[in-house]
């Protein structure tokens, strides 16, 4: 019950940050109607600079992040405005291969300034567990957890109660008629861009933390999408919950399933396995909206 209980919780946290990962693969999808899949290098990169800014300038904690999510608009904006912007019009596929370019180009940066070699990063978390009675969880869990709760709730909030989240939210419902009100869409997903580069991060850091840094930490962005299409591609709600079940279905097939059925390899393959069950009977995802078209 204990291995059960460790495994569950494990997953718990790292389907949390793979919630605030989807978060940013939805909303740039909701905006632009693009799957952006250079995600993961986006979390990636931010782990990595926020490593080196505390290992150079012995910089704390707080003021090191705070210097990762500048550091992470300024990238986002850039890759916005010096690419993407100019492929406006462009066919959706062209847009996609662009993204994973982009991808491949952060990776190989990452690559030849810190090297293919996983690296620690620093001890931002106390590594001292807490006893809960049942089971042991370590400090960096339950801060990565909490973490990942208040980002996501901070959005929500953004999302529903600010003037800014109202006009994201209606170009996510329709751009010609946010278009038609004279809502600026550039803007709107130049913002999307920013958002989404935060939340990958944020997550980059608290992966970092809890697993150190390699350039592997690039396939998260793979390992988020059964996520996003589980949730559905357009839905908030759906990359939140969805995220977690991912998560957990993912440690759950590392450990447990692997002890009762004798068969490695469980974890990366189990999320995968019940999306595709799901969609059988959901095409579009648990939360995902349906298109109807009237002739």
Request: aromatic content about 10%; hydrophobic content about 60%; charged content about 10%.
């Amino acid at each position: 019950m204990e291995y059960f209980l460790g495994l569950l919780i494990n997953g718990i946290v790292v389907g949390s940050i793979y919630s605030m990962v989807a978060l940013g693969f939805v909303l740039i999808y909701k905006a632009t109607e693009v799957v952006n899949f250079a995600q993961g290098e986006l979390l990636m990169i931010g782990a990595y600079f926020c490593m080196e800014t505390i290992v150079r300038t012995r910089m704390p904690f707080i003021p090191a992040f705070l210097m990762t999510m500048i550091f992470m608009i300024i990238l986002a904006l850039l890759i916005e405005r010096l690419v993407l912007r100019r492929m406006l019009g462009a066919p959706i596929i062209s847009i996609i291969m662009v993204t994973i370019g982009i991808g491949i180009i952060l990776r190989m940066v990452v690559i030849q300034i810190w090297g293919a070699t996983s690296l620690p990063f620093p001890d931002v978390f106390p590594r001292k567990g807490i006893d809960f009675g049942v089971i042991k969880v370590g400090q960096v869990y339950i801060w990565s957890f909490l973490l990942s709760v208040i980002f996501m709730a901070l959005f929500g909030i953004f999302f529903k109660f600010t003037r800014i989240g109202l006009v994201m939210r209606a170009t996510a419902s329709s751009r010609k008629a946010a278009e038609s009100m004279g809502v600026p869409l550039t803007r709107i997903f130049a913002l999307a861009w920013i958002i989404s580069a935060i939340v990958s991060g944020v997550g980059g850091v608290l992966t970092g933390s809890i697993a150190g840094l390699t350039p592997e930490l690039s396939f998260y962005g793979v390992k988020v999408f059964p996520a996003v299409i589980l949730g559905g591609l357009d839905s908030i709600v759906g990359a939140t919950i969805s995220g977690v079940v991912i998560g957990v279905l993912e440690n759950l097939g590392a450990g447990f399933l692997k002890d009762l059925t004798g068969l490695g390899g469980l974890g990366p393959v189990a999320p995968f396995i019940i999306l595709v069950a799901i969609l059988w009977v959901r095409p579009t995802g648990l939360f995902g909206t349906k298109d109807i078209e009237r002739v």
